[in-house]
Structures are given as C-alpha cells and as structure tokens.
C-alpha cells in the first residue's frame, strides 16, 4: 500500500516559474525525504527532513514539513527545463527499517 | 567509482520462464532493496536485505524470490509464478541508520518485457 499520497500528480510551468509539490502521509514518522526520478532512470535523493524540522533548504529546493497535518511540500525555485522529472516523497515504515514512495508529481518545465 | 549497476538494462522474456536480475553495490552499504515500478506509478517493495543470508518480504513478494550470499550482491529472481511481470524494477542500498533515517541509492534499472 502507498504511504505517501503526492498532489499534483502532473504539473506543468514555464521556465523561471516556482513549482510546489504535497505529499499526505499516513501514520507517524520521524523523517520524510524527497526524491527525482528523470524519465527511465533510477531515483536521486534530494533533501531529508526530520520531525523536528519544519522548514529545511537545498539550493533551489526548499521542503517543509507539518506533522500535525501529515503533510510535507516540496518548492523548486526558478525552474529550469532540466529539472522536468517525477518527484516522490518517501517515508519510514515497518520500523524504519525500508522507505515507502508516493504516487510521485510528474513536473516538465517548458522553455 | 562507486555505485549500484544493475544489469541487465533491458531484458526479454517469454511466459513461463524464469530470469534473474543482477544488482552488485561496492558502497559497501548492509542494506539493500528491490523496488518495482509499473508506468506512471510510485514504487513498490519487493525484496529488502538488512544482513547478508537474511531478508525480508516486501509488499508484493509473490512470484519474486532473492537471496543474500555476499554483501555487495543481491539478486532478483522473477518466477514463473509471477502474474504480470512486465515493469521496470529497482535496485537500492543504503546504511542502516539508528534514526530510520535510510537514504536510499539506486541502480539505473532493469526494464523486463514479458513477450
């Protein structure tokens, strides 16, 4: 079963805009990360956050997380065409001993 | 430099048949970890290892079998018993952390085409 839950599941904007991603999880956790998959390749991690953290910044990316509200966002600063891609969220489960992925955010950024 | 190779990238198969995916990590990670991945969707665990010679079902286990014999290697194995086989599967490692915060590293991926 899914974990997370991302929203949009598509998402697209022009070069130079911002693009914001949610994830709805389900049960407690203690962190949350992000992940890019380009198309037909494997996922790259991008940024954990923990629960006690409830804003974090990578570069362009900045994620916030709101554990009352079992939620977490990804924003990309700026877009760039080459940031076209899937993103997931992922968190802990079975004790933390694997991660489970969301449904993932399809982005493409146009020129 | 170092990594997780899976391999074969692309693999065909008739129905009935067996194949087996290799996954090799030299990051010399204890954990590692077999996703699959059908369009358009998240992914799903298989397989994952914590130890070598000891593994753990995932969520969708039937039809897959692994086994866990040296630390850099943990190979797939996909069943005749496996319904619809057709994905692109996943390999990660990753550390084990006293935290549950796993920062997973994947392969590239292994496309399987059931003809």
């Known amino acids: 079963s899914q974990q997370g839950e991302e929203d949009p599941q598509a998402l697209s904007i022009q070069e130079g805009e911002n693009a914001t991603m949610n994830c709805s999880y389900k049960t407690s956790i203690n962190n949350l990360q992000w992940y890019r998959q380009n198309s037909g390749r494997g996922l790259v991690h991008l940024i954990l956050?923990?629960?006690?953290?409830r804003e974090k910044h990578s570069g362009r990316l900045r994620v916030t997380l709101d554990t009352s509200k079992k939620s977490s966002s990804l924003l990309i600063t700026a877009s760039r065409a080459a940031d076209t891609a899937s993103y997931f969220c992922?968190?802990?489960?079975?004790?933390?001993?694997?991660?489970?992925f969301g449904t993932g955010t399809q982005l493409k950024v146009e020129l | 430099d170092g990594g997780i190779t899976q391999s074969p990238k692309y693999l065909f198969r008739k129905e009935g048949q067996n194949v087996t995916l290799s996954c090799e990590q030299n990051l010399n990670h204890d954990a590692m970890y077999w996703y699959r991945q059908d369009p358009g969707q998240g992914l799903r665990l298989i397989y994952y290892s914590q130890i070598v010679n000891d593994f753990q079902k995932g969520d969708i286990a039937e039809g897959y079998s692994v086994s866990r014999e040296k630390k850099e290697s943990f190979p797939l194995t996909v069943t005749s018993a496996q319904k619809n086989p057709t994905a692109f599967y996943l390999c990660a490692s990753s550390i084990v952390g006293n935290s549950g915060a796993n920062v997973l590293t994947f392969g590239a991926g292994s496309r399987l085409t059931v003809l």
């Open positions: 992922a968190t802990p489960t079975g004790g933390g001993n694997k991660l489970t």
């Open positions: 956050i923990r629960s006690n953290e």
